[in-house]
């Protein structure tokens, strides 16, 4: 797997940088809460209609912001399976996907089913991210292999009808309603891992 040479190299691709962390300003409608930019493109929309944050900015300038991700790479990295620490397409073993989690965020029981906005990352950059991560380093890491990977919603900022301050929240696709969905600036895509299984870090499980 080939790496990035340039001097983003030492920072995960999903992260966001000083230099691209302003926002293209919204419309919102006073009454419906619906969002909008006053020029779109097509990619701004999800294929359900919901609107996504539009980062402003060159990657690579300023200083990383480690807790913080770039809504665009994220989306991408769970709509085509790119690892979020180097950027590469993720084929899958034996028909399944590496996936490291947050120990505190996966939680201390085996588990079927686990709803997450956290990207996966290949086993080559298993060690590097848990080495660096505050997160992983901290915490612990959780190690997995995903049978099946399915977008259930997403995480962002929601405008409420009739005005009022934007407040953080999840919304899921499916059962929202659609001035839930309009309301939503996205930065976030929550998908619904399954069929998962528990591997080691190190050794067989985590090798690259």
């Given at each position: 797997m080939s790496r990035p040479t340039s001097p983003a190299?030492?920072?995960?691709?999903?992260?966001?940088?000083?230099?691209?962390?302003?926002?293209?300003?919204?419309?919102?409608?006073?009454?419906?809460?619906?969002?909008?930019?006053?020029?779109?493109?097509?990619?701004?929309?999800?294929?359900?209609?919901?609107?996504?944050?539009?980062?402003?900015?060159?990657?690579?300038?300023?200083?990383?912001?480690?807790?913080?991700?770039?809504?665009?790479?994220?989306?991408?990295?769970?709509f085509r399976t790119l690892c979020q620490v180097c950027g590469e397409r993720m084929a899958p073993k034996d028909g399944r996907l590496p996936w490291l989690l947050p120990a505190a965020e996966y939680g201390s029981r085996r588990k079927r089913l686990h709803t997450t906005g956290t990207p996966p990352t290949c086993r080559s950059c298993w060690a590097?991210?848990?080495?660096?991560?505050?997160?992983?380093?901290?915490?612990?890491?959780?190690?997995?292999?995903?049978?099946h990977v399915?977008?259930?919603?997403?995480?962002?900022?929601?405008?409420?009808?009739?005005?009022?301050?934007a407040r953080w929240t999840g919304c899921g696709y499916e059962g929202s309603a659609p001035e839930a969905l309009a309301g939503m600036l996205a930065e976030t895509q929550l998908v619904v891992l399954s069929d998962l299984r528990e591997v080691p870090l190190t050794g067989k499980g985590g090798a690259p």
């Amino acid at each position: 797997m080939s790496r990035p040479t340039s001097p983003a190299a030492a920072v995960p691709w999903v992260a966001l940088w000083e230099g691209e962390s302003r926002l293209e300003p919204v419309r919102v409608d006073p009454v419906s809460g619906a969002v909008r930019y006053a020029h779109e493109e097509p990619e701004d929309r999800d294929d359900h209609g919901v609107l996504w944050m539009r980062h402003l900015g060159p990657r690579g300038e300023g200083r990383p912001l480690f807790s913080q991700t770039h809504a665009r790479r994220q989306r991408e990295c769970m709509f085509r399976t790119l690892c979020q620490v180097c950027g590469e397409r993720m084929a899958p073993k034996d028909g399944r996907l590496p996936w490291l989690l947050p120990a505190a965020e996966y939680g201390s029981r085996r588990k079927r089913l686990h709803t997450t906005g956290t990207p996966p990352t290949c086993r080559s950059c298993w060690a590097v991210a848990a080495e660096h991560c505050p997160h992983l380093r901290e915490g612990g890491a959780m190690a997995l292999e995903v049978g099946h990977v399915a977008r259930w919603g997403v995480a962002g900022l929601h405008h409420p009808p009739g005005g009022g301050e934007a407040r953080w929240t999840g919304c899921g696709y499916e059962g929202s309603a659609p001035e839930a969905l309009a309301g939503m600036l996205a930065e976030t895509q929550l998908v619904v891992l399954s069929d998962l299984r528990e591997v080691p870090l190190t050794g067989k499980g985590g090798a690259p």
